[in-house]
């Protein structure tokens, strides 16, 4: 099978980093706008969309700045959420990494494009 492709997404998000952080780490959080139920222990998150669930553990976090979380039945990918704010003008974007093969990237880009819309309409931005 083919190599999947690392692509890379930006949003521009009128939120604060705290706020916008507890969304992208804590699990009731991350259930109201990326996966239909979110659990965790010890590091590890569980993702359920309708029947299928799928676990990744948190590989790297940095407060208020990124996670990534690494797939474990997907190895060696990952997806990565991190907070960019620029410096002059404060303005805070979230920055996506993915993985998807060549065939199915847009429809990938499309998903993460509904996905942050449902983040968007539940932080009032």
Same mark, same amino acid.
């Given at each position: 099978? /083919?190599? %999947?492709? =690392?692509?890379?997404? @930006?949003? +521009?998000? *009128?939120?604060?980093?705290?706020?916008?952080?507890?969304?992208?780490?804590?699990?009731?959080?991350?259930?109201?706008?990326?996966?239909?139920?979110?659990?965790?222990?010890?590091?590890?998150?569980?993702?359920?969309?309708?029947?299928? /669930?799928? %676990?990744? =553990?948190?590989?790297? @976090?940095? +407060?208020? *700045?990124?996670?990534?979380?690494?797939?474990?039945?997907?190895?060696?990918?990952?997806?990565?959420?991190?907070?960019?704010?620029?410096?002059?003008?404060?303005?805070?974007?979230?920055?996506?990494?993915?993985?998807?093969?060549?065939?199915?990237?847009?429809?990938?880009?499309?998903?993460?494009?509904?996905?942050?819309?449902?983040?968007?309409?539940?932080?009032?931005?």
């Amino acid at each position: 099978m /083919s190599e %999947k492709i =690392k692509f890379h997404l @930006e949003y +521009e998000i *009128k939120s604060s980093p705290k706020i916008l952080f507890s969304f992208l780490i804590e699990p009731n959080a991350l259930s109201q706008w990326f996966a239909d139920e979110v659990s965790t222990r010890e590091h590890v998150y569980t993702f359920t969309w309708h029947d299928d /669930s799928r %676990k990744a =553990k948190l590989m790297n @976090e940095r +407060e208020n *700045k990124l996670v990534r979380y690494k797939w474990l039945e997907d190895d060696p990918y990952y997806f990565e959420l991190e907070i960019v704010q620029d410096e002059l003008t404060n303005d805070v974007a979230l920055a996506v990494t993915d993985f998807a093969y060549e065939d199915n990237l847009e429809d990938r880009k499309s998903i993460w494009d509904n996905q942050i819309d449902y983040l968007l309409s539940v932080l009032g931005a």
